[in-house]
């Protein structure tokens, strides 16, 4: 906890020099798939929400889901993850809760162009990460795990927007080290100026090592309360044979300043 403080202190200390924002609030939530449009230098986003997630009787319950994201210019943003107080419990084992690690990371623009412009070339975004070994002993991976991910997205002159991710990261089980990818694609809809629904898909394929595979479907719908406070809802359910199982829904807030 030591550790987690230090590194609250140290955000709060950056964002002295924060400046109001005057533009919308673009959330990386409710989806699994993260837009490629970093926060403005001087910009601050906190995001926010909680997960229902069951699967064979077991329910994993998330709350937090922190995010702060802190523009500091040349189309960069640094990423603090907060990450959430987990609670596990049912299909008769103990009942196990404790704050998962924290992660950190950055949003690193690589094409910009207004929404006004559309065509075949994506605005482009690379998110490097790593966690940090900071969560409870029940929680924790016990290791930094570093990932990579490039984000893209298009826009075109009606309601339908498409966005995209491709990822790789570190796993490790406790006693072996893996590597897992991954994919995913989500469609959104503007029902108009403040409402906007989406369906994702997302499949997560082993590389080498302990990793394991599984396949998402999800949607949801953002309700834009203000220009910069975004609510959301989604739910989602496991495909294939390693997931086919599993369900979950979840809601929560982005904010801007």
Not at 89 to 109: H, N, Q, V
Not at 136 to 151: H, I, M, Q, T, Y
Not at 166 to 179: F, M
């Amino acid at each position: 906890m030591r550790r987690v403080n230090q590194i609250a202190l140290l955000l709060l200390a950056a964002c002295a020099p924060l400046h109001p924002s005057t533009g919308p609030v673009v959330a990386d939530r409710p989806g699994y798939t993260d837009a490629p449009t970093s926060m403005p230098a001087g910009v601050l986003a906190v995001e926010v929400g909680v997960t229902d997630d069951r699967v064979s009787g077991v329910t994993y319950r998330s709350f937090g889901e922190l995010l702060v994201r802190v523009g500091v210019g040349g189309g960069t943003e640094l990423r603090f993850f907060g990450n959430s107080y987990g609670v596990r419990s049912g299909d008769g084992a103990e009942r196990t809760e404790g704050l998962e690690d924290i992660k950190l990371g950055a949003k690193i623009a690589l094409h910009t162009a207004p929404d006004s412009v559309h065509g075949a070339t994506p605005r482009l975004a690379l998110l490097l990460a790593s966690t940090i070994p900071t969560g409870a002993d029940n929680r924790s991976a016990g290791v930094a795990l570093p990932e990579a991910k490039l984000a893209a997205a298009w826009t075109t002159s009606g309601p339908f927007s498409l966005f995209s991710n491709l990822g790789a990261g570190a796993t490790y089980d406790g006693s072996s080290w893996g590597s897992h990818g991954w994919g995913s694609l989500a469609l959104w809809f503007a029902v108009n100026s403040k409402v906007s629904l989406f369906g994702e898909g997302i499949t997560t394929a082993r590389i080498g090592g302990s990793a394991t595979s599984s396949s998402y479907l999800d949607g949801g719908v953002t309700f834009l309360l203000g220009p910069r406070l975004q609510l959301d809802f989604r739910a989602g359910h496991g495909v294939g044979t390693n997931a086919s199982h599993e369900h979950f829904f979840g809601a929560g807030l982005a904010m801007r300043w």
